[in-house]
């Protein structure tokens, strides 16, 4: 591989998956952190460590300027970036490559076609992907005309935006105003880009993704994932494959996930979202993630593939020998978010030490956390401790297991939503797949 030495600009555990990858390849691994993580677990796997700055993210982590030149002084050839951060700042990107390194992601150029959400609705049309109603809008008035088009209840969201910051739902006109100046606000604190657009909002929809790996003129898809179990727009539960869709439909949208790729000559692992309409299983163009993400895990688990490893040997420049038809798919996976948060106080975080961390184990349990007994959650960042991934031959026994390995699961010192989980998994809705982006509000009023 042409890459020897790796720069990961991140942390938690996704720094911790990166490095553990990287360093079975063979590559030597350099972990730029911040004050806050100098003594936690990725620091200490890293073959080095190397101080960015204070514990607040805009003096350490996404202080481009920073990382760049920490992961050029430390002799990396390459530059991992995970996922947040700087993962999809085309700047930044641009940066790492001109000064002599590899970026272990897609093309800058990608990363702008698909880091501005209305460019990437014109990508979507120009490739022939169905699109949500709906278009740009400076001001109350432009979205009114907008909404005409649309009609009511409406989603305006964030041009730049991403993780459900900047998004409002509009239920009448007499609203409208008053959301676009909280959604400008938030999208500006969140993103620095006050620009919305509006969208038609689909009562029951379903979120399903679709994971790629493109390699320039060809691209591959590893399968659906569903996220539709969402709190504001936020992700709780994965699952691959999205359960409950006819065979016709699910292999439009993986090939319709295939043809954007291949429109963009995209390079990299990605992940192309759409809202699904649960009842017709019509579906829209959503955005393309330009990264790897969060939930990725629950694709490997039923694909086979480390997806770490596929990003750095498409990063290295290996070449491309992966075909869709030895793409194989085996059983079904299911993903918790484990967050200090306490879900019986609104989602409080709980930061601070966990003085005991009882991780589960067993046929088909996988754990990736930054996070043993001693360790310490800082209040700077997001409050993801771990990712509890179970697989199962089908859904039920997935299912069944996922609801074991919570029981097992043991933090103590910080809140956790492993009790939302668990609750989650005893649902018969979810148990009967009858699952869209109104599950969790519909379990919250009971």
């Not at 591989?1 to 553990?20: C, P, T, Y």
């Not at 005409?148 to 409002?168: D, F, H």
């Not at 909002?201 to 898809?221: S, T």
């Not at 017709?280 to 694909?303: C, G, K, S, W």
Request: charged share 25%; aromatic share 6%; glycine share 10%.
């Amino acid at each position: 591989m042409s890459i020897q030495k790796l720069f990961i600009a991140n942390r938690g555990e996704i720094a911790l998956r990166v490095i553990r990858t990287a360093q079975r390849l063979g590559l030597e691994t350099v972990l730029g952190v911040s004050e806050a993580d100098l003594t936690s677990l990725p620091a200490q796997e890293a073959d080095n460590v190397v101080l960015l700055g204070p514990a607040p993210s805009p003096q350490s982590y996404l202080n481009v300027d920073k990382v760049v030149a920490a992961a050029k002084e430390s002799g990396a050839d390459a530059v991992h970036p995970g996922y947040g951060f700087l993962s999809e700042n085309s700047t930044f990107a641009r940066k790492v490559i001109e000064n002599g390194m590899k970026f272990v992601g897609p093309l800058p150029e990608h990363l702008d076609a698909m880091g501005d959400k209305l460019k990437a609705r014109h990508v979507a049309i120009d490739a022939g992907l169905p699109v949500v109603p709906g278009g740009e809008a400076d001001t109350a008035e432009e979205a009114a005309v907008v909404a005409e088009t649309t009609g009511y209840p409406l989603l305006i969201k964030a041009v730049s935006g991403g993780g459900g910051r900047g998004m409002k739902r509009v239920d009448d006109p007499a609203q409208l105003s008053g959301q676009i100046d909280l959604a400008m606000a938030e999208a500006e604190a969140a993103f620095g880009d006050r620009r919305i657009y509006v969208e038609r909002y689909i009562g029951r929809g379903r979120h399903v993704e679709v994971q790629i790996l493109g390699g320039g003129e060809k691209a591959v898809h590893l399968g659906t994932r569903d996220c539709s179990i969402q709190r504001r727009f936020q992700k709780l539960v994965e699952e691959a494959p999205a359960p409950n869709i006819p065979d016709d439909k699910r292999a439009a949208i993986e090939n319709a996930a295939v043809r954007i790729s291949e429109y963009l000559g995209y390079l990299g692992a990605g992940t192309v979202e759409f809202l699904v309409d649960a009842d017709t299983y019509d579906f829209y163009f959503l955005e393309m993630n330009a990264r790897i993400q969060v939930e990725h895990p629950v694709t490997e688990e039923i694909t086979g593939l480390d997806l770490i490893e596929q990003q750095l040997l498409i990063a290295a420049g290996a070449p491309w020998v992966l075909l869709q038809e030895n793409v194989e798919f085996d059983g079904h996976a299911i993903e918790v978010r484990i967050n200090a948060e306490d879900p019986d106080a609104d989602f409080r975080p709980s930061p601070g030490i966990v003085t005991r961390a009882a991780w589960p184990a067993g046929a088909g349990v996988r754990v990736d956390s930054h996070i043993r007994s001693g360790g310490v959650v800082p209040p700077n960042y997001d409050s993801l401790i771990g990712k509890l991934i179970v697989h199962g031959a089908d859904r039920d026994e997935a299912i069944a297991r996922t609801a074991r390995a919570l029981a097992a699961l043991n933090i103590e010192g910080v809140n956790t939503t492993a009790p939302l989980h668990a609750r989650i998994m005893a649902d018969k809705r979810f148990a009967n797949a009858r699952i869209d982006t109104r599950f969790f509000e519909e379990m919250d009023n009971g």
